[in-house]
């Protein structure tokens, strides 16, 4: 037989159960008040504010460029923009590969650029443009600070980029130890180049296989170490004449003779 239970003894467990769940209704309307309190003064506090603005990676462009592409400012919400829309805003200025933006510690802002890589120095007879690896070319501010080719006559925009191609197939220390290229292609001969390279030789040359043949140039010159410098012919086979023998040098250090001008 069931036992029957009183409804007075059931009266004080349900008071007990009653008043759990009325404190747990206050402890948590009270938890969610204090939060949205802390979350009213943190939004009016310094502490919501950007304090810093890092740029990292900046070369084509000073930082303050990047910072002011950005829109952002300090003082500003530090919740108050989209990341996507300022990377897109920053990534907007020449020559910027891509572009990312975190918030950094509480109040920081670092603004990451991927500048394109610097191929060579264009010379337009006024001034130095850079030749960038995607083929653009940069004009502003342009700061000679870096190692790389001068490049000269290289007006058409085809050409200019079958020459970054080239360059960017080459090895380091082959890129690093060309002085100038200058292009002297004509119809007859739409790829030829002359060649200046930083240890006194002169390379002629065309753009189809510039990076090729060049990959031998070590080779060549230390074969011809103790030798009078003269000119490189790469254009079809590899060939070499002294300077004295081409331009009509007495000797290696000696004027243009004066009778050949």
Same mark, same amino acid.
């Given at each position: 037989?069931?036992?029957?239970?009183?409804?007075?003894?059931?009266?004080?467990?349900?008071?007990?159960?009653?008043?759990?769940?009325?404190?747990?209704?206050?402890?948590?309307? +009270?938890?969610?008040?204090?939060?949205?309190?802390?979350?009213?003064?943190?939004?009016?506090?310094? *502490?919501?504010?950007?304090?810093?603005?890092?740029?990292? #990676?900046?070369?084509?462009?000073?930082s303050e460029d990047y910072i002011r592409q950005s829109g952002l400012q300090e003082?500003?919400?530090?919740?108050?923009?989209?990341?996507?829309?300022?990377?897109?805003?920053?990534? #907007?200025?020449?020559?910027v590969q891509k572009a990312e933006v975190s918030r950094k510690w509480l109040r920081?802002?670092?603004?990451?650029?991927?500048?394109?890589?610097?191929?060579? *120095?264009?010379?337009? #007879?006024?001034? *130095?443009?850079? +030749?960038?690896?995607?083929?653009?070319?940069?004009?502003?501010?342009?700061?000679?600070?870096?190692?790389?080719?001068?490049?000269?006559?290289?007006?058409?925009?085809?050409?200019?980029?079958?020459?970054?191609?080239?360059?960017?197939?080459?090895?380091?220390?082959? *890129?690093?130890?060309?002085?100038?290229?200058?292009?002297?292609?004509?119809?007859?001969d739409p790829d030829r180049l002359q060649v200046y390279m930083n240890d006194g030789?002169?390379?002629?040359?065309?753009?189809?296989?510039?990076?090729?043949?060049?990959?031998?140039?070590?080779?060549?010159?230390?074969?011809?170490?103790?030798?009078?410098?003269?000119?490189?012919?790469?254009?079809?086979?590899?060939?070499?004449?002294?300077?004295?023998?081409?331009? #009509?040098?007495?000797?290696?250090?000696?004027?243009?003779?004066?009778?050949?001008?």
């Amino acid at each position: 037989m069931d036992k029957v239970i009183d409804i007075e003894e059931r009266i004080p467990s349900m008071r007990k159960k009653r008043r759990r769940r009325t404190n747990k209704k206050f402890l948590s309307i +009270l938890a969610i008040f204090v939060l949205a309190l802390l979350a009213i003064l943190y939004f009016q506090s310094s *502490y919501s504010k950007v304090d810093r603005i890092q740029v990292v #990676g900046a070369q084509l462009h000073d930082s303050e460029d990047y910072i002011r592409q950005s829109g952002l400012q300090e003082g500003d919400p530090i919740w108050g923009f989209n990341l996507e829309e300022v990377e897109k805003a920053v990534s #907007g200025l020449d020559g910027v590969q891509k572009a990312e933006v975190s918030r950094k510690w509480l109040r920081d802002i670092e603004i990451t650029v991927t500048e394109w890589k610097t191929v060579a *120095y264009l010379y337009d #007879g006024n001034q *130095y443009e850079l +030749l960038l690896e995607n083929g653009d070319l940069f004009k502003d501010g342009v700061k000679m600070e870096k190692e790389a080719p001068i490049l000269n006559n290289f007006d058409d925009a085809a050409i200019r980029e079958e020459m970054t191609d080239q360059l960017l197939q080459m090895d380091s220390d082959v *890129y690093d130890a060309i002085s100038e290229i200058i292009y002297e292609g004509t119809e007859e001969d739409p790829d030829r180049l002359q060649v200046y390279m930083n240890d006194g030789y002169e390379v002629r040359a065309v753009i189809s296989s510039f990076a090729d043949k060049m990959k031998y140039y070590p080779q060549v010159t230390a074969q011809l170490q103790g030798h009078e410098k003269g000119v490189i012919d790469m254009e079809v086979g590899t060939y070499f004449t002294p300077f004295s023998e081409m331009y #009509g040098l007495k000797e290696e250090g000696d004027t243009v003779d004066e009778e050949n001008e």
